[in-house]
């Protein structure tokens, strides 16, 4: 037991450790990941949006419909001109571009747009604010340049205590702007750059972009915020008015997620051809009715393919990339935040996995808990990390499902070896002393037996049967009938013993050893053993049938003794030779009352110890006592009352 213990704290440390530094080093990044996907999509597709939230995207649909009049896409800047005037006139709140203005047009189209942006006075653009690594045969000047000094006055943040822990060579050192007074005629301009993570999906963002230690929002955190909002940065939270937004250790919050379908979304094409109507004078039957946008909140961007703004996200494959401002908005409104994951619950998810893995492996009888108890730790976990998803905290699943698997495999490793050689001893040590049957419940329990055949004090009853003249009988008979009259014998004679869950302990010469109530304890060995005694003296007529068919001129007869009581049982011999045997004063006294049933005229007799146990199932008769060897008082000896067998 000591060794086994050893064993299992070694297997779960080094599985501890291993997953550990797996863990450390990223390497279930990927199936975290995948497993995060599949539980945003369980649980959150179906999770309703506020409907303050709306989405204008130019699809396909837009991009075929509006090709007469807009032309291919990037769209003349007029167009957006005429979708702030129809937001105008249905009293949006707030108007956010997932479109990046960078680069004159032209001057017509350019002024357009400047005059919507200013006349709305609630649209916010869009910037870049990124980190380029700077090409080292150039001139550095291309990245760290300063933010203008009116754009910082204007839109950085302003009351910000507190910081990222930014590491050393992650800073942001480059940006990009909306055109040369769009950024003045805005309302506010937000950054809409993503970091995808390792497997290229998109599901996290920093709330606030860091630039030479001034901070701007990103698109879905703008609506709520002006350059004078306090902004607190803690260790693991961001408190922003009165929402505490999570963030985890690099200071990235997790975008929650809701099904694309939830999102009240129009096609550019709607909204375009319902402005012509307006302008028509024709208010009836639109499309898309401006009122739909009253006080609302929105985001325009794009989902054709051409407009190259497609992301990966949990929900889908391919999705508008201003769906990720969207959601984030929508997280703000609703105070809908994801917490990140708790490392040290990781941590401690890890340790337990590999602990009671082990230990139900290792220690427990049955096979069914060694499979069952781990199965049911990891069902209990994964639906513990399911239940916290939908109550908004991440709990990391891969790396207790590595830890529990691994431990598991390990130690049925190391049990299919160790068992399989234990087993083995065990079968080889018992097999050719007891039956099936008892052999079977050895089998399933065999370090328990394992260990009993190191030696123990058990009360048993023990079985002496001997052929009687058989001295005289060797002495007239050739040595090979002899041997084949033996055969006979005890093949009949062990088959009655093993029916009746006897143990075979040796055979000396003409005799037989048995003994009952080990290895597998019983309660009822003493009445088996005599049952066993009277069917071997019936058996005898079998015995002695085939041996006159193969010529024997010899009838034989045994005498049989019975005693129950305590004995050593254990497997003992030399170093080289071992046999499983009893020892002690019971197997004496059995080994006499055998020896005197001739004296008496009784093939079966029973010492009083036996008759204790068998007097209200087995009738028997007094028939004396007798005096034995080492004993004061004289034992009373009593047979069964039926002799169906030759004497």
């Not at 065999?446 to 260990?451: A, I």
Request: glycine letters at 6%.
């Amino acid at each position: 037991m000591a060794h086994k213990t050893v064993i299992s704290l070694l297997a779960a440390l080094l599985v501890f450790v291993i997953a550990m530094a797996c863990y450390t080093q990223g390497f279930f990044d990927k199936p975290e990941l995948f497993a995060y996907d599949v539980q945003a999509r369980l649980l959150r597709s179906e999770k309703a949006t506020d409907n303050k939230i709306k989405v204008i995207l130019v699809d396909e649909a837009a991009l075929r419909s509006m090709s007469d009049i807009a032309g291919r896409w990037p769209w003349p800047r007029a167009i957006w001109s005429d979708l702030l005037d129809f937001l105008s006139i249905g009293g949006a709140r707030t108007v956010l571009f997932d479109i990046l203005f960078l680069e004159k047009q032209d001057k017509v189209n350019d002024k357009a747009l400047y005059n919507a942006t200013k006349a709305a006075q609630n649209v916010y653009h869009s910037m870049l604010i990124a980190r380029e690594e700077a090409d080292k045969e150039a001139n550095n000047e291309a990245v760290g340049k300063p933010l203008p000094v009116e754009f910082i006055n204007r839109f950085a943040q302003k009351q910000v205590t507190g910081s990222f822990n930014l590491k050393p060579g992650t800073e942001n050192n480059d940006f990009a702007l909306p055109i040369a007074n769009l950024s003045e005629a805005s309302r506010g301009v937000a950054v809409v750059e993503f970091t995808p993570d390792s497997d290229n999906g998109n599901r996290r963002t920093k709330l606030l972009r860091e630039y030479q230690g001034k901070y701007f929002p990103v698109l879905g955190l703008a609506p709520f915020i002006d350059s004078s909002t306090p902004i607190n940065f803690q260790s693991n939270a961001i408190e922003v008015n009165d929402r505490t937004i999570p963030i985890d250790e690099n200071g990235n919050t997790l975008i929650n997620m809701y099904g694309l379908n939830k999102v009240e979304t129009y096609s550019m094409s709607g909204i375009f051809a319902s402005l012509q109507k307006i302008r028509q004078g024709e208010v009836e039957n639109l499309l898309v009715s401006p009122e739909l946008f009253k006080d609302s909140i929105v985001f325009i961007g794009t989902s054709a393919i051409g407009t190259s703004d497609l992301k990966a996200i949990p929900m889908s494959a391919s999705a508008p990339g201003v769906m990720l401002h969207a959601f984030l908005a929508n997280n703000y409104l609703q105070n809908d935040f994801m917490r990140p994951p708790d490392k040290r619950l990781t941590y401690l998810s890890m340790l337990i996995g590999v602990f009671l893995t082990s230990w139900a492996v290792m220690f427990s009888k049955q096979l069914s808990i060694r499979i069952l108890f781990p199965l049911a730790m990891l069902a209990t976990y994964i639906a513990y990390a399911l239940v916290s998803f939908k109550l908004n905290a991440q709990v990391e699943i891969v790396p207790f499902i590595f830890s529990t698997f691994t431990t598991g495999f390990l130690s049925y490793g190391y049990l299919t070896f160790t068992e399989g050689y234990e087993k083995r001893r065990v079968a080889h040590l018992f097999t050719q002393y007891v039956s099936k049957e008892v052999l079977d419940e050895i089998m399933n329990n065999y370090q328990e037996y394992l260990k009993s055949s190191a030696g123990q004090k058990v009360e048993i009853t023990v079985l002496f049967s001997d052929i009687r003249g058989f001295t005289t009988m060797s002495e007239t008979t050739p040595p090979e009938k002899i041997v084949e009259m033996l055969n006979v014998h005890f093949t009949v004679m062990a088959d009655i013993i093993l029916k009746h869950n006897g143990t075979i302990d040796k055979y000396i010469g003409d005799a037989i050893m048995a003994f009952w109530g080990a290895p597998v304890q019983s309660s009822d060995h003493a009445e088996q053993a005599v049952l066993a005694g009277q069917e071997m003296l019936e058996g005898l007529k079998e015995v002695n049938r085939i041996l006159r068919e193969r010529g024997f001129e010899h009838e034989i007869k045994i005498g049989i003794g019975i005693n129950t009581g305590p004995v050593t049982i254990g497997n003992i011999g030399s170093e080289k030779k071992k046999n499983y045997t009893v020892v002690g004063d019971a197997v004496n006294l059995s080994s006499r009352l055998e020896s005197i049933t001739k004296e008496y005229a009784t093939p079966l007799l029973l010492s009083e110890y036996t008759y204790g146990k068998i007097k209200d199932k087995i009738d028997c008769k007094r028939i004396g006592n007798v005096k034995v060897k080492g004993r004061e008082q004289p034992v009373d000896i009593y047979t069964v009352e039926e002799q169906r067998a030759l004497q």
